[in-house]
């Protein structure tokens, strides 16, 4: 299944008449996830109603976000320090929305690992679903993933578990739910060099044909999504993730980075290709 990408109540609850962009999905990313953060229960319950209009399978609330301009104001991680308001933000949201309500956590602070009293509050208070980040919110994106803690989650709650952090290889996938038990895996920043994770196959499997194919889907979809400007400059920094494995020197790097048409790009892709070969 998908997840958005995590939007904050207050963005959902303006009263505008513009669509929230972050939100909008296709019928192929079903099962999908709406994502959203906040602090204050009230506040997130009513974004999460008026979110559910909008077509979601399932809600989820970000309580793993380790940004401080996010957790300074008890949002993302910083809800973990606060096991009361999870307490009532998931009891009302179990009972007054129509679709399942899932939470992403992290295994809380250095001085608060309060993952396994968190994971028990969700699923006491009608949580389906907790992801669990196997890092604290000091740790950011750094250090190694505690495994064992994703296997102490499994072993306290009966509801579903999806294991999240560092699964760059296929074989990450298979390690974590066997060292764990969790059911599944969250797969986020190893998917932006190698999306044919999902389907099992590892970055050096996928023929330069199938690249090409899918980085001119990829640009269409950058430039109808954000527009011509802003789509082509979005694009670029996952135009040399795509070419990684290549061994892209500075000079490389910086050409594919630059400005240019589309059409011209494209041309420069080709050819760093068969430098390569």
């Known amino acids: 299944m998908s997840y958005t990408e995590f939007v904050k109540v207050d963005v959902i609850l303006r009263k505008s008449r513009r669509p929230i962009v972050k939100l909008k999905f296709t019928q192929a990313e079903r099962p999908v996830v709406f994502q959203i953060y906040g602090d204050d229960p009230d506040l997130i319950v009513r974004a999460a109603l008026k979110a559910q209009v909008l077509g979601p399978d399932i809600i989820d609330i970000n309580m793993g976000c380790p940004a401080r301009t996010v957790t300074h104001h008890g949002a993302g991680v910083g809800l973990m320090r606060t096991p009361l308001k999870v307490a009532h933000i998931f009891k009302k949201l179990s009972s007054m929305l129509d679709v399942p309500v899932t939470g992403k956590i992290r295994l809380g602070w250095d001085d608060c690992r309060n993952h396994v009293l968190i994971a028990r509050i969700i699923e006491e208070n009608g949580g389906a679903l907790i992801a669990v980040h196997a890092r604290t919110k000091q740790q950011g994106l750094a250090g190694q993933v505690d495994l064992d803690a994703i296997a102490e989650v499994c072993s306290v709650v009966k509801i579903p578990v999806i294991g999240n952090g560092d699964i760059k290889k296929v074989a990450d996938i298979e390690h974590m739910k066997q060292a764990t038990g969790c059911q599944a895996v969250m797969i986020g920043r190893g998917a932006i060099a190698n999306p044919w994770i999902f389907s099992r196959l590892e970055r050096d499997q996928v023929a330069y044909e199938q690249v090409r194919q899918l980085v001119c889907t990829h640009l269409e979809r950058n430039i109808e999504f954000y527009g011509s400007e802003i789509g082509q400059r979005l694009f670029r920094k996952h ?17 594919l980075l630059s400005q240019r048409p589309p059409d011209e790009f494209l041309e420069l892709l080709d050819q760093i290709n068969a430098i390569s070969q």
Not at 239 to 255: N, S
């Open 239 to 255: 135009a040399v993730q795509y070419l990684l494995q290549h061994g892209l020197d500075r000079e490389a790097r910086k050409e």
